[in-house]
């Protein structure tokens, strides 16, 4: 498809948000689009885009990073670029998706109390229905507004920051470790580090020397708030990473295993084989 990047050893292209433009000349950094009746996507893919994803009514399963998540009514479902996805919904779907370039979201998803980073471990938020009703009114506004000649560009950038401060209050209301986080700052910046820096660097005293803290201190808040180590959440974002690159990609073994850090394969393999319990090639001939 045209406006597809991909490279040479991609088995699943990233998809970019241009290719969704009836107008070719048109302003991609939003897209606004609506799912009627059943949608099956099979394989895994990716965006270069974040999504916002509204459900009204809706059946089916949607697997967002290889963890399959039940689609029901007023939901909202959050993919962040990169993510891989699939879907299988149900007859009786009404939903409405907002694309936002990346470039337009981290403007204004830097300015929200938690770390969107936090979401890609609670991808779909169950809304209340005052909640949905404002959030569907958001995104009906949005239709509307790139309906409007000229387009207001500044008032739909405005709505979409909305309808993030929405998702970010309610999320907060439901998962209790995003407010440990918001009451331990130090843990959510430890987050973004890991995430900028996970492909180089995997000891925990790398992070600590970042964060002006000791590394015993920085188990001890991990285990306190949430009883695991903090090598748990470097551990976890590497193995899915792999898992990414492994379904993703056809690169070999080898170069997996160097793109994220470590330069024995057979290092590598047992690294994921204790992470997932079975072996990268394993793992990808059972998907």
């Not at 967002?64 to 007023?74: A, L, N, Q, Y």
């Not at 770390?115 to 005052?130: I, R």
């Not at 090598?231 to 160097?258: H, N, P």
Request: aromatic share 14%; glycine share 2%.
């Amino acid at each position: 498809m045209a406006g597809t990047s991909k490279t040479s050893k991609d088995k699943i292209p990233v998809l970019n948000i241009r290719e969704f433009l009836s107008d070719q000349e048109a302003e991609p950094s939003f897209q606004y689009h609506e799912i009627f009746g059943a949608r099956s996507i099979e394989k895994f893919h990716k965006h270069d885009f974040f999504l916002f994803l509204l459900f009204e009514k809706g059946s089916g399963i949607h697997s967002i990073d290889f963890t399959d998540h039940k689609v029901t009514d007023h939901q909202v479902h959050i993919l962040f670029p990169h993510q891989v996805h699939k879907w299988n919904l149900g007859a009786r779907t009404k939903a409405y998706q907002l694309m936002i370039s990346k470039r337009i979201f981290e403007t204004f998803s830097a300015s929200l109390d938690l770390s969107f980073l936090l979401f890609q471990n609670h991808p779909v938020v169950q809304l209340s229905p005052k909640a949905f009703q404002l959030m569907c009114y958001e995104f009906q506004s949005v239709r509307i507004e790139l309906k409007q000649q000229p387009i207001s560009w500044d008032l739909i950038y405005l709505r979409s920051n909305i309808i993030a401060q929405l998702v970010n209050r309610e999320a907060e209301q439901k998962f209790k470790d995003l407010s440990l986080y918001q009451k331990t700052p130090v843990l959510q910046r430890y987050l973004s580090l890991v995430e900028q820096y996970f492909r180089e660097e995997k000891s925990v005293a790398f992070y600590a020397g970042l964060l002006h803290i000791t590394p015993n201190y920085l188990n001890i808040l991990c285990k306190r708030q949430f009883q695991v180590s903090a090598m748990f959440f470097i551990q976890k974002r590497v193995t899915l990473e792999a898992k990414r690159m492994i379904l993703s990609t056809d690169r070999s073994l080898k170069e997996i295993a160097f793109e994220l850090g470590f330069k024995d394969p057979a290092y590598f393999s047992n690294f994921f084989r204790s992470q997932t319990g079975s072996s990268p090639r394993e793992f990808k001939t059972a998907l």
